[in-house]
């Protein structure tokens, strides 16, 4: 069983940065690809970035290629999102996901890849 606990989101205006945490606990060693998500208003959750075990493949919705960088500190359990140049279209709420089971290659993509998430960070971009 793995807990996932998100830190890092708040209020920003254009064109700045936050970081987002990802602290993973329980039975760490099983966590396997790590992704971030996000949900707006009425929105479907789409996935914003994924990370292998390995942390060598990633992989980065269009919207945020250049701007978002995602990363994991294994030795901490824990997982990151950078994100610069924030735009009002990045406002939702961010959830941190792990996949426990596959390879130490694999980028999972789709939600149901995932099975377990954290209680989500609202990210707030004004214009």
């Known amino acids: 069983q793995v807990q996932l606990v998100e830190s890092g989101g708040g209020l920003v205006q254009a064109g700045g940065s936050l970081r987002l945490s990802c602290a993973a606990s329980g039975y760490v060693a099983s966590t396997y690809a790590m992704g971030w998500f996000r949900q707006a208003p009425g929105k479907e959750r789409e996935v914003v970035a994924a990370i292998s075990w390995n942390g060598r493949n990633t992989y980065y919705v269009d919207s945020v290629k250049g701007r978002f960088t995602i990363s994991r500190d294994n030795a901490k359990n824990t997982g990151y999102l950078q994100m610069n140049s924030l735009k009002p279209e990045d406002t939702a709420v961010y959830y941190c996901?792990?996949?426990?089971?596959?390879?130490?290659?694999?980028?999972?993509?789709?939600?149901?890849?995932?099975?377990?998430w954290g209680q989500g960070t609202q990210v707030t971009v004004s214009s």
């Open positions: 996901a792990a996949r426990t089971y596959g390879s130490d290659w694999y980028t999972a993509r789709a939600t149901h890849e995932y099975n377990y």
